[in-house]
């Protein structure tokens, strides 16, 4: 964790730095996508007069980074071969193309990029202006320019990885266990071997802890080869981090006595994988802490973790399903927040401070699976991988929900302290699904389960149960009084906001129809905050095939923008089925996604949409600091 | 039942009682759970994580009991917070599962520390569950006490521990004692009944009162205590003053 740390910081401060790293040479013979090739956006230097001033992080600024790690110089092109060009461009860019000399990063090798000419300022309006002035510039390039969506309307991404129904949909079910005379195992071998996503799990004494796929009699072999490979380069003093065979990519990450395996045949990065491991370490750390797990380990080396971690399995799967599935949580290392009025919110801050309990580390409001508000102490942040461990357990994994009744559950927050544990009180607030106390009567205007408001709070005292539960009643009636549950459930039942309705509120007059949103969805990330909006999903990306296909999408922009020898201000990525443009500046991440005959400039000017949309609804879109005592 | 009112309509007093639910990992402690508290039952139910707090009621003729329930987790590594569930419990259920015979082992464990640990008083009642997967109930002689534990495990899921040796052992220990099904039902409400006509009257705190409070000063004379928190809440100002001047001395 320390040197990653350091790393990340080492990178950032690099970046920093040096404002113009030498320029990238291109590479043809591996440009397979079109290529940015103007710079639309002024860079990063634009943003500093942004209206907001820089909001305490709601984390310490490493725990933040999304990680940056080597790039394998062995490995290929991280998408599948059967990526077409959707046309060609011979016009070489005028915008500077940067690189640093002798990179080897296959990021930079799989699609060409751009960066931006650093140093010019500006706000954000005359972003736009330069945006939109490019447009024009852009037309000799003969590109076909469409402002609306019509060309979204059959299969939106198609080419993300063409046998992706088939594979995918075969994905999330499990491999059958051998027969008593072993005579299927070689149909469950190429079941296993069908699999787009592997996570392994094994001691560095050999012992299986998990494994995404396949029971022990199945995997036994894989396990085998990996630890001795594994085992080889630690003989030699060196650290396999990872290598790709045809189209799967395998990363390995070792912490102490564990090797955490990843192998995915979806197109994900090196960095990408590294994060997902890391959060299937996390879960194991949240279990047992790192003191406990090592003393069992020190204590007997070939220790079978899977008897402490019993029962968690699930939590493993669920994070591991929720990877495969695709989340946008953890690509952008953010969390997702409840859109609610900044008024609103003030008052439920105001009310978690006025019922704090002094046992009280965190308290924590969250509805449909989105944080609506937080209280903390000043100098504690939360860090996004543990949230992301509580909601995964609150809302993936079923175990805590369907008990019914209240929580009180020891757990361990490594990104808060790896050491020890903390001790949640769960209640979930909504009389369908049982609140089990009979004394709170409040009628739910929603029926749904997915309507349900948790009230989590969290303390270093295990004892300080009647506490939490004393602070819980007086929270839930203020709420209830004050009017802040009614608006919670109207947010949960608003739903995300579509595409099309956030980049109207743009427009100065609201009268007259919608226009059609030129995009079919974006990612925005407040670095600040640590946190990230959405659009809904839509008719175009409900089903989990596409939704996976999206995703992937966003982790090749994602992948280019941070890799960590590149310095990319904006990418831009058109496929057969789509084109896509991301920006990143000191203070957000904005992904847009269009159908494949948007151009760049309706990009661009939709991510200008989206920057100013979120930058006007900050405080709505995030929780900007919480309520800290 | 004597000193009951005579208005048949008169609400009945309400009085709290702490229960503890203890046992290996998934006898189906929360499954009995769910089966008093929602009257339902979950096929594939996740392992607990800590513990859960339910509470629900059971009605006797003369009085009502309000269970407030810690159903615990029985994973080995949840095992050292258990003392904090049962310190202060007035009652224990401890379940094992019929078709596996280590969960009658962990039963007894648990039987023997609630004895050293827990409030003197403390109501245990020893379940069976899962006795649905025994086709044999009808003759519960059907299966010697050791014999079958061996072979054939899982795939038949029959009985494993015979109805003799849990009782006996149930009886020795002074626990109640049932067979229970939480996919069924079968006697999931008659358990928590004769648990709350076991607690004898005196530990019984009446509607309002704190039930921590008065529990947690735990102890044999649980008589005396009961007076003790009377005298305290009707001179509460006294009580609360001594408090603090002991606190600043
Ligand atoms: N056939 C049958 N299955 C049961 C019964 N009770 C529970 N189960 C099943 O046994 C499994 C474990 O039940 P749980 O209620 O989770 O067990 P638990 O004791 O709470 O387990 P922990 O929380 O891990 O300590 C679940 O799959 C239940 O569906 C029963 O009476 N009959
Ligand atoms: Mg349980």
Redesign the pocket.
Known sequence: MPEDEDQQQHVAAQRESSPQPPPLPRRPTTIEEEDGLRPPLTPSGSVRNFKGSPRPPLQSKATTAVSQVDVLGLSQDASPSNNQRSRSHSRQPSGRLQSRAGSDDDTASVRSVQTLAPGQSGDIESLLDDVVGAAATETDEGVEERDDAASLDTSPLQNIRDDLDESFSSEFEPVGSFEPDGSNGELLNRQWRAKLKHYLILSSAGKPIYSRHGDDQLISGTIGVVQTIISFYQGAQDTLRGFTAGDARFVILSKGHLHLLAISRLGESEAQLRAQLEALYMQILSTLTLPTMEKMFINRPSTDLRRPLQ?TESLISSLADGFTRGSPATLLSALECLRIRKAHRQVIHSTLLKCRSPQLLYGLVVADGRLAAVVRPKKHSLHPGDLHLIFNMLFEADSVRAGGGENWIPLCLPGFNNTGYLYMYVSFIDPETGSPREDIEQPLDGRKRDNEIAVLLISANREAFDEMREMRDKVVDQLQANGSLAHIRRAIANGRSSCTSILNTNKADTKGADTPAPIAHFLYKSRANVQFVMPSAGPLFSSTVSWRRLISLYARLQGALHGKTTHLKVVHVVTGGASALAWTTPTFEVYVVAGPRAGKHVLAKAAMGVVQWARREEERLFVVGGAVF | MADQSPAANAPKPVSSVKLVLL??????????V?RFVNND????????IGAAFLTQKAHLPTRTIKFEIW?????ERFASLAPMYYRNAQAALV?YDVTKPSSLVKARHWVAELQRQASPGIVVAVAG?????VDDSAAPSATPAEGAEGEADEEEGGRKVSREEAEKFAEEEGCLFFE?????GSNVAEVFTAIANAIPEAALKGRGQPAAGAASTGGAAQAGQRDDSNRVQLGRGDGVQKANEGCAC
């Open positions: 029962g | 046992g290996e990992a998934a006898v189906g402690k929360s499954s009995l769910l039952f979950q096929e594939n139910k996740e392992p607990t159903d615990t987790a029985g994973q379940v569950n899962k006795v649905d997967l229970t099904s939480a996919k069924t």
